[in-house]
């Protein structure tokens, strides 16, 4: 981010991204069917769970809670690697 845009239309930005993220997780969740078990859709939840993660790596920055955008982008790359598993 440039740091000559004022802090809250940057704060802005990044709660605005991670509605976007969250916009589009609701809507691929809106299509998946929940009750299924098998290996391929267990890996598309979790990939679904580290995109949400990062709209939650987002908010935390967007609060300047630096611990909590580090716990979250942790978390996430634990969903990306069992995505990937």
């Keep these: 981010m440039s740091n000559d845009r004022p802090a809250q239309v940057q704060q802005e930005d990044l709660l ?3 509605d976007v993220i969250d916009g589009g997780v609701r809507a691929v ?4 069917d929940l009750s299924r078990t098998d290996a ?7 990939a679904l769970m ?11 920055l967007a609060r300047n809670d630096f ?8 978390s996430m790359a634990r969903y990306a690697d069992r995505a990937r598993d």
């Excluded at 391929?40 to 979790?46: A, L, S």
């Excluded at 580290?50 to 935390?60: I, P």
């Design 16 to 18: 605005d991204r991670a």
């Design 67 to 74: 611990p909590a955008a580090d716990e979250a982008t942790k």
């Design 40 to 46: 391929d859709h267990e890996r598309t939840i979790d």
């Design 50 to 60: 580290a995109v949400s993660r990062a709209a939650d790596a987002l908010r935390a």
């Design 29 to 32: 969740l809106a299509h998946l």
